[in-house]
């Protein structure tokens, strides 16, 4: 029942749903329980998980999902949990599926790198940011 994931939602929470924010509790219950699907099931890839300050913890978790009967796609989520009253309590939350859109070409001013292959990793590097590299001539932790 989508409706209890309320339980674990505080009233100031944030949700960001594939790029749409839902401010508090209420919102974001209702987002989640008006969501088109009726049945998932999902295949967990990695989950990474780091403590923080004020009695936080931050979680990442990247899979696969399959919603109904449609194709199954990955996803990532992030959010941090905090311990409020001896409960583990979500304060933000960001959803997003890992849809790709091989037409859409990076900026042409921006740099990119490619970490491993072409089109599997790429970090898009802002021109302001290009140019603070290539004023540097030491090392860039100097």
């Not at 994931?5 to 401010?23: A, K, N, V």
């Not at 989520?77 to 905090?82: E, G, N, V």
Request: proline share 9%.
């Amino acid at each position: 029942d989508r409706n209890q994931l309320g339980t674990i939602y505080i009233d100031p929470s944030c949700l960001t749903w594939e790029g749409q924010q839902f401010l508090r509790k209420a919102a974001i219950v209702e987002r989640l329980s008006s969501l088109p699907f009726q049945k998932t099931q999902h295949s967990i890839t990695v989950q990474n998980q780091q403590p923080m300050p004020d009695s936080c913890i931050n979680s990442m978790v990247v899979g696969q999902l399959k919603a109904d009967e449609n194709p199954t796609v990955g996803f990532h989520q992030m959010f941090p949990l905090k311990n409020i009253t001896s409960a583990w309590l979500c304060t933000n939350h960001m959803f997003r599926l890992s849809l790709h859109n091989f037409n859409w070409p990076p900026p042409s001013q921006a740099l990119v790198l490619f970490l491993f292959s072409p089109l599997l990793y790429t970090i898009h590097i802002p021109p302001d940011i290009q140019n603070i590299i290539h004023k540097r001539s030491g090392p860039w932790w100097e």
